[in-house]
């Protein structure tokens, strides 16, 4: 039986750490079948150079296989190289073997278990970054992207058992948070008509940068590492 888990940004080289042998040691117990999803903001596609290279080759010689969506600190210029595949079910782009960028508005089967996976965020700061070199409006999702993300769920009957994502439903964003924003309002609010729409078990995001299980349904992850299969 395969094992899944799943953690919070890692916005590589910054918070990676936590994948380390010493911090994650479940990994021992790991192969390439199992896997390690990051809820956004991984990282590791931004520089295009050695820095990018050394942790891109660490991961791809982990035990396990790495899965992330796409958060608002990624490099979507150099994303956009990426050939797009399809992989049990979905789009993904390979970044390396066994590190794969899962991409917004898909659904995925693994091991009998569907993932709904739909990344993107908005940079509060992002007033003092670079466009093109520290900041991509692309972090936001297109209408197209949005528009996807409903014809998938809709073929899969609006079932799925986990939603992976980097932001939050709106009304967590607000209530827990305090951090609704008008930039982020119209993801914020996406999250929140799929919930209402599918039947689901777990919704798992990151970008908040702290750990909290806010109720039975949802869990904001950062530094902690769970087993959901």
Known sequence: MIMIYVTGDTHIPIDIHKLDDDAFMEQKKLTKDDYVIICGDFGGVWGNGRGDNYYLNKLENKNFTTLWVDGNHENYTLLKNYKIK????????????????????????????????????????????????????????????????????KLNDFKVDYIISHTAPYHINRDIFKKAVKDEYKLNKYLEDVEDMCDYKKHFFGHFHEDIDIDDKHSCLYQRIIRIV
Request: proline share 3%; net charge positive.
């Open 86 to 153: 399809e992989w049990h079910g979905g789009k993904v782009q390979f970044i390396k073997d066994s590190v794969i960028h899962l991409m917004r508005g898909q659904v995925f089967n693994i091991e009998g278990k569907k993932f709904f996976t739909f990344g993107g965020g908005n940079s509060i700061d992002k007033s003092i970054r670079d466009p093109g070199r520290t900041w991509w409006s692309e972090e936001m999702p297109s209408k197209k992207e949005y528009d996807e993300g409903l014809k998938n769920l």
